[in-house]
């Protein structure tokens, strides 16, 4: 590896740092803390009791125009009046702030962690100025959500996109909109949001100025809310939560290792080391959720370091200007290069360390732990332990490659086990990886079925609706030898055996062998307990996940149709899964509430018949998800043998059972009770299911 790399001086481009750390910060001589227009200064703006005057600043700045001069000479004229508040804000005493401006506060959702950020700023320390942008720009940008929300349904994601809702200018006026723009907008802009949660500047190049400034935005934003009684109206969108199993050891007790490691990397730049220590100072004080603020840039900033090292590109160390693209994590994990190469990173980190990112950071069922700090999704105070403790593990696991004397550390038996931890792992949130664990859960529910109370066979009265199917229905056992050696006409007089039989036979016309399949008939036995027999096949089941949905190039011009076909096709199953776990419960619930309501003679004489219908047709619809299920192991089996034709009528196919399992939903549920309709249907899913040769 190049040492330039490891002794990069800044990691602000020419133009990046000419708008940040010069025009930005110019001198804090009071005799300059002034531009004059008219005779007017510029510091006026700030009215006396600390709120930014907006009609005022408006006439300092010009018409809005998207350049980069723009830009500078926007920040060129502000920057005397972020010194000014930086000097007004920084007079203050943490109380005065917070009797004077809570009530202001109150259009963002964790207040207190705004409070919070006045007190760093006391402190003055080096880090002070990163740590707080970091938290206020995060909750600025959830906030600002918030308010959209007064006047749309959709909210965009992106802060450049919120910043040009027409709504939101609405709200807030234009003039309040234009300095959001300078501040946190467009990359030509000073755009500090983008520059610290991707981890570009190092404490020394973010001025207190601008974080002051940014306290004093939030201020006077709360101001205009209330003058114009729009505070009230306001309400905060759910917050997300994040959980993760523990996979590491215990950190606590290993903090010493973890400090040794952060302060001998030469992955990590000095200029940046404080923030690595601080992360971890936060973590022993048990403020989890700033840990995982104060990490999760540096730790994207580290792993670009990676992938300029792996795919030897090291202009891409350096903060994009408007026309390029910054080295975000969304590249750093992308299967491709820009230029459509293909990046080296996975050879370079190995499958298993690149599993554990795309897990944490990627995949829609996995925490996005990054996606949802950075956009202020997370409550701070509520981010637990694992969550710091999983993200500081991935840290040292990278970190200490680039130690100096890595060959001994790796010998070392606390490294050779943490080595073993993430050799063995795999996905827990890829899109196969969840909808393993919905068919597992989903054959729990099934197998526990045996266990619902039944009426005896003198009070049950047979239902039309269902006898003619029963008499065909057999309750002979499941012989347990391979099913390909079972009784012929076993098939023939099981209309389920029969439908699961030609099922198999459509997944393996292509001539795959029998030997495809595992024996998986015993799933399809009426109210058998098939949880372990269905854990022990998926647990035989290796499919790849990493990049496996990824499309050809990095501009996606270039499509795969065998993995868009598969894309489509898991997203149906998994719908359908989630469906018919909430139906398998749901039918539960009511059979046990209902037969408690027989025993104690609770129930008309209307709920007395449906409830003996429920019972009659119990059997049908528990055979109807078995074969789903069965259907579903079967799949992901010969998922990776699917070829462009066979996946069209795989994605026809199910998405009837979609239709079944939405319906079945709606039809069981105990103020529906239309169980007649759910019989017959299940009744009918078998049978399509033994058409599915016709259609192909």
Known sequence: MDEHLYDADTCLSQNVYEIVCQIGACPANKDQLSVESSGRKI???????????????????????????????????????????????????????????????????????????????????????????????????RGLGDLVYLKVKHCPSLLRDLLNVNELSCLLSPNIIQLLKILIGPPISLNLRNLVWHGFPSPSEIGLQFAYSMICVLVSIGNHLIENELMATISFRQQFSVSLPQIFPDLPSRLGFVRQVFHDSRLILSSLRPLWMLSLELFEKNRYGECVVILM?????????????????????????????????????????????????????????????????VYPAGPRVRDHVSHGELIISEVPQITAAHLIWLCYIIAIRFVPNYPACAQNEFNKNIEKIVNEYTSLFHPLSVIKN????????????????????????????????????????????????????????????????????????????????????????????????????????????????????????????????EEELLGIVSKILSALLSSSE?????????????????????????????????????????????????????LDDLNHEKSLTLIKFMKKIQKYSENLKTQTNINCNKWDKAVTQSVHLIEITTAINVEH
């Open 43 to 141: 510091t006026n703006c700030l009215r006396i009791n600390g709120i930014i005057d907006w009609d005022q600043l408006a006439t300092f700045l010009p018409d809005y125009e998207d350049s980069a001069e723009y830009y500078k000479q926007c920040t060129r004229i502000l920057s005397p009046l972020f010194l000014h508040i930086q000097f007004y804000y920084n007079h203050l005493t943490y109380r005065d702030f917070e009797s004077t401006y809570h009530v202001h506060l109150s259009w963002i959702s964790q207040k207190l962690v705004v409070l919070k950020c006045f007190e760093l700023l006391e402190g003055q320390s080096e880090t002070a100025a990163s740590h707080t942008l970091l938290l206020l720009t995060a909750l600025i940008e």
């Open 297 to 361: 840039p540096q730790f994207e900033h580290a792993m670009r370091r990676v992938y300029i090292i792996a795919n030897n590109c090291p202009q891409r160390l350096m903060t994009a200007e408007n026309t390029a693209l910054f080295t975000t994590f969304d590249e750093i994990l992308n299967k491709y290069l820009n230029n459509s190469t293909e990046n080296q990173l996975r050879n370079f980190v190995g499958d298993s360390y690149l599993i554990l990112l795309l897990d944490f950071l």
């Open 438 to 565: 919905k068919i597992f859960d989903l054959a729990q529910i099934l197998s526990h079925w045996s266990s619902i109370p039944r009426l005896d066979a003198s009070d049950l009265k047979a239902d039309a609706s269902v006898s003619s199917y029963k008499s065909h229905l057999t309750n002979t056992s499941f012989n347990q030898q391979s099913h390909r050696n079972s009784d012929i006409m076993l098939i023939h007089e099981n209309p389920v055996m029969k439908a699961a039989s030609v099922f198999e036979r459509f997944l393996l016309s292509d001539g795959s062998s029998d030997e495809a399949l595992p024996n998986l008939h015993r799933i399809l036995e009426p109210f058998s307990d098939c949880s372990m027999l269905v854990k022990k096949r998926l647990d035989e089941l290796r499919l790849n996940t990493i990049y496996r949905h990824q499309r050809t190039s990095f501009n996606r011009l270039f499509e795969d149709k065998c993995s868009s076909d």
């Open 586 to 638: 749901q039918i539960c619930n009511v059979l046990n509430i209902r037969f408690s309501q027989w025993k104690n003679r609770e129930l008309r004489s209307r709920q007395r018949n449906t409830y003996m219908r429920m019972q009659n047709g119990f059997e049908e619809i528990s055979n109807a998800l078995r074969l789903i299920l069965y259907i579903m192991l079967c799949l992901l089996f010969q």
